[in-house]
């Protein structure tokens, strides 16, 4: 007979089979069942391969202390990977596989890895696969690298909600003290949140026979039932995963299979921690055979899904726990032989079928070994949360010491492992009484691993690390337990630690002769248990990972068949047209260039900067001299750091005795308008500056060509254009059709321009009418991918491309404000200190090609031609010029106004090549079509 | 996750906020003469200190400037007051 | 250079209203919003609506910070510096859209986005929801709260809410 399904007890429901398959093979299990249960239940064993040797593995534990059974399940026609089968709740049609192994895990053709476990120690590969070349050998490492694979489908709709709540007590864990506190804490008037991982609350109750005088499925129900009619909220199949900055705690709450789990940020007034404890493994020799499980492990089986781990079975305990377990499985018919651990070597006998057990020379036959080397709490959210842990000789385990602010422990959690002073506990602490001191019946002998003893004693199952490999770590010096994790991969398994850093951490302790407390343990890192990436990126996927700021006229740009790309957090035109982007920038720019190119220049930043100290303020922001430029009046500037490097560039125009508009780079005005915020308040007089970005009220069209006046004229717009009336860098207030609009002879592209900004819901009766007027004079829309063009042949720069973090602006040959303003700016000081005196700085300047040369590429470098080659500088902006028929490129180069004429050497991912250095303008250096 | 204290909005969630600085740096007067040791200490000594901290936020939502006094260890905040002193 | 129009759904700043089971989206053109900035303005506008308060008829004042306030379908006004009161006035009608969200489970909604509640207030109505700037308060009922979110980010925002919404 192989099932090992009990006929009565449990919670699972058996008049609900499930049907589902693993490995292939067909299998029935029951409404409640984990995946492991259902397994165990059909007297599976072998439910994957361990990481490195492909050993067989079985189940430990039976919950979140499982490292070992990992699979990939199918439902639905969807795969989802690596679901921790201790913790997946079974459904019916589900296909699951083992993960590691190959065809399966009874059978896996890498199986014989094992064999050469002796050359496989810890570090291995850091030591064998340095000669010749590590690149040799990283393909097939990585092949072998890896659990479970990512499919498609399932990233597709696989998304989190985020919910952010608050409450007053928070506990974590609905078994007994939980229970008990969160009830005494929503009678006394709190408002709790109690969360539980199970689907059902009740922890380890479910295999006592009564609980204060109950059966457990009453007592639990009255618990909950209380805690709900006093207004507290319980929240199965959600677990607490991580304690954050001011009491917030992540909770990720599942849902239905195949569903990502939601999201809760809760911020409590009070953590109360009650997520019990978990039972320790044993170190032995072939201790991580299928069939050596964890004793609690295997009473939760029993009590929650009626699975009886094995029929003839040795109890292997150091504690006063093993004989009420034993007990219960005697009572559910098995052969029970309880072994003191203590007496001598152990070793299980059997390799995939379990024979018996080896203690101290006598062997006991058993076809199951149930382990338990005593109760390890939980304390991981404690320490999330910075509380300190004190070991403790008589639990011989970490417990809780000096708490968080607001937080406590309670129960297992706490080392509290007696039921009745559990409650007590409990109770106290929910109503803020005195806790009552640590004590309890619980008696446990110390058991820790022995170095230089015989055999292959696993100390992590999933990732192969044995006591040898602590042996060899702490040989080469890898001592703390830091480096022993990350040197050997101890701990980093899929249960994170759970079930072997106790082991690893007392192994290194015994190997140096030290006590355990003086070795300590490595670092708790949120999340307690593996989460999907998706329950932190929440709803913030596809379109709204990265959103874009998108412009009013985009209808408009989409069907002038626009194509639209990411240009400093905008969707904007790169060009129009399907096809042949290059073909269609050319033609732009010579559109431009011949009669005139209509930009929407919308992201470009109106920053308005108001009151009675506005002039002061930004002549103070500005690097050039802005307090004597007339109203009506434009001026081109920078704006600095402190440390003098250029942040912005742009125009600023004035409006009025008290009011500027700052016209900052698109993709700058957030940053902008929150430097000009800083310093508002932080040294002037905030009630006489106010700053209102208007970026979005105005959009903005460009008009550029020697046809931009034509096309302007054909507006009705009250105003006269001409070059004398309205000369280059100065601005009209008018209107047009009686909508007011702002009109400035400002220039990006080297020819007339005029730029025309109305308030964005009238936006496209001015497009239509500039597109209708352009046409009939061969103009029309330009993208940003010809403008940048268009710019840099007139040698204008774009910040962040043509310049970096240690450009000041002399290096843009604009030298005299630091030579002459008198006035105090922003990164004043900063333009006279060494390093801005330095004659190698990178000075912009531009660069040609020989005839029929490529465009240089951009970001290659420009390099000495010593005997050690060293970057000078490199190319900013590359492009071949439609204008000039021949490429140019913008660059910055140490010394570089110095050398004009002079040739250089380019070097691009081992290419070299050559220019020659020349002033950055190349279009139109005398500005006449400028100022037309 | 941090709750901030703006002193005119009250608790928010720490992404609405921008660390501007410890406090107590004061510009120099650069109409004057200002010494390149005096200007490097402005720009680059930072006192970050362990424990209580003084230091200059910006609550981004509504642009308020403002002192915040914090434990760098513990993440504790314990106190936050306007920048400007007229007001409250 | 690459082209990503097809990535991105088209936007034409024409929202249908939306209905999902105990919420409803709706977009909402005000008339008019006009920014004040000035010392002390919230003294001259005190009933600025702040968090959670509820503003009630066509007009009305929202507290954004300290000094600054937005008023809803006020009067018209010059735009610029006003010398005479000491304020700085800009039209901000077309800068802003705005959405009402309505039913009882919009606060639930907005609870996806930012840490909110009732019980919380603020003197502002400005703050961060789904990572995005808005001014949030409520209009003319408990369950009705009405938002005000960037134009360039208007699309965003009635995405993140209606997709929200339809999980709830």
Known sequence: MTSHRITQGGLIDR?????????????QGYEGDTLVSALLANGVRIMGRSFKYHRPRGPWGAWVDDPNAVFNVTLGGVEFPNCPGATTMLRDGMVTRSVNAFPSASFDLKGGLDLLHRWLGAGFYYKTFIWPDWHLFEPMIRRMAGLGAVSAEVIEGYASDQMHDRCEVLIVGGG???????????????????????????????????VEGQTPQDWVADQLAAIEAAGGRVMTRTTAF????????????????????????????????????IDRPVTFANNDRPGVMSLDGACEWLARYGVLAGRNIAVLSNNSFAAPAARMLAEAGAEVTEIDPTTGPIRALGSKRLKGIEVAGKRHPADTILVSGGMTPLVHLWRHAGGKLDWDERTQ???????????????????????????????????????PDRAGDYRVKPLWPEPGSKGRQWIDFQHDVTLKDVELAARENYVSVEHLKRYTTLGMAQDQGKTSNMAGLAAMAAIQGRPIPEVGTTTFRPPFVPQPIALYSGPHAGQLYHPLKRLALEPLHRAADAALGEYGGWLRPGWYGSGDPAGHVRAEVIKAR?????????????????????????????????????????????????????????VIARLGPNRFVISCSSSHTDHVRAHLEAWRQDGNDPDRIFIHDLTQQWSTLTVTGPKARDIVAALDMPLDLSADAFPHMTLRETTLNG????????????????????????????????????????????GIEALSVLRAEKGFIIIGKDTEGETMPHDLGF????????????????????????????????????????????????????????????????????????????????????????RVAVWHLGQRSSATVCAPCFFDPEGERLNA | MQLFPCPFCGPRDEREFHFAGEIGKTRPDTTGEVSAEDWARYLNTQRNEKGRVREVWMHLTCSELFVMERDSVTMEVLSSTPLREDVE | MRDDRHRWTPYDGAWSPYEVGGIAITPVTPERQILISAPAVLSRHPGAIGWPDIATGDSYAISLRRDRVLLVNGPDMAEGWDDEIGQAVSDVTDAYSVFDLTGPKALELLKHGTEIGL?????????????????????GAEDRFRLHVLRAQGQTAWQMLTGQAGRL
């Open chain 1, 15 to 27: 008049s609900r089979p499930l049907r589902f398959s693993f490995d292939g093979k067909t299998y």
């Open chain 1, 176 to 210: 007994a003290a939980g229970l008990a506190a969160a009830r005494a804490a929503a009678e006394s008037g709190r408002d709790v949140v109690l969360v539980e991982d199970h689907d059902q609350a009740g922890g380890r109750l479910y295999q006592l026979d009564s």
């Open chain 1, 242 to 277: 991580g304690v954050f900055d001011h009491r917030m705690v992540g909770l990720a709450q599942q849902g239905p299979f195949g569903y990502a789990p939601r999201l809760w940020r809760m911020r409590a007034d009070r953590i109360v921690l009650a997520s019990g404890a």
């Open chain 1, 397 to 435: 385990a970490f417990l809780p010491g000096a708490a968080p602010e607001g937080m406590a422990a309670i129960g297992a959690a706490n080392g509290t492992f007696d039921l009745d002073q559990a409650l007590t506990e409990a109770r106290a602490v929910a109503r803020d009484e005195p806790r």
């Open chain 1, 594 to 650: 011949e009669t005139a190119g209509i930009l929407d220049a919308s992201p470009l930043g109106k920053v308005e900067v108001m009151g009675p100290d506005a002039e002061s303020f930004v002549n103070f922001i500005y690097y050039n001299t802005i307090k004597t430029l007339k109203p009506g009046h434009i001026r081109y500037g920078f704006m600095l750091t402190e440390r003098g490097n250029v942040m912005d560039d742009g």
């Open chain 1, 739 to 782: 909508t007011p609009v702002r009109v400035a002879r400002v220039s990006f592209t080297g020819d007339l321009s005029f730029e025309i900004s109305i308030r964005s819901s009238r936006a496209a009766d001015l497009w239509q009418a500039l597109c209708a007027a352009g046409e009939s004079v061969g103009a029309g829309p330009i």
């Open chain 1, 815 to 902: 030298g005299i404000p630091r030579q002459k303003k008198q006035a105090a700016f922003v990164g004043d000081r900063s333009l006279h200190m060494e390093v801005a005196n330095r004659d190698d700085r990178r000075q912009l300047v531009g660069f040609r090609v020989d005839p029929g040369a490529p465009p240089l590429p951009t970001g290659a470098h420009l390099i000495g031609d010593g005997d050690t080659p060293r970057s000078e500088g490199y190319v900013t902006s590359s492009y071949d010029s439609p204008t000039l028929g021949h490429p140019i490129a913008l660059g910055l180069l140490e010394r570089g106004a110095d050398r004009i004429g002079e």
């Open chain 3, 119 to 139: 019980q919380q207030p603020s003197r502002s109505a400005a703050r961060m929801l789904f990572g995005l700037g808005v001014f949030l308060y409520r209009h």
